[in-house]
């Protein structure tokens, strides 16, 4: 695939995800990250019912796809022991697309503002609670 393809398909997940249409993202995976990504995309869908992702970014290089993106949404469900605040919610993320075949074969995050999340979930981060892989 050229790289504007793999850019191409990398828009098509993030389309799925911003309509909530997990039976539209299956396709664009190969099976074997079925399961993961089920659980990751129900996972945010119950916590944050109305999230949107905005794309900022994307670089193409061989066959990889490089993605900033911008999610936002309520907190309306639980989300990492946190139950739902109501609040309204935006982080960034930068992820890593693998492509193979017309499909997504892995995905590794970069970067995500993660603490920033959960600071605007109300959550209190102790540094000693932190673990370090």
């Known amino acids: 695939m050229s790289l504007e393809e793999n850019k191409e398909l990398v828009r098509r997940w993030v389309e799925a995800r911003n309509n909530h249409d997990l039976p539209a993202a299956l396709p664009l995976w190969v099976d074997e990250m079925h399961e993961r990504l089920t659980r990751g ?58 492509v193979a075949n017309g499909r997504l074969t892995t995905t590794h995050v970069r970067e995500a503002d993660s603490l920033q999340l959960l600071k605007q ?8 609670d932190m673990v370090i892989e």
């Open 121 to 128: 979930l109300g959550a209190t981060v102790h540094w000693q």
């Open 41 to 98: 995309f129900n996972r945010f869908t119950e916590a944050f019912p109305d999230l949107h992702v905005t794309i900022e970014e994307m670089i193409a290089e061989g066959d990889r796809v490089v993605l900033l993106w911008t999610l936002t949404g309520t907190h309306s469900g639980l989300y990492r022991g946190i139950p739902a605040t109501g609040n309204v919610v935006r982080w960034r993320v930068i992820d890593i697309y693998t």
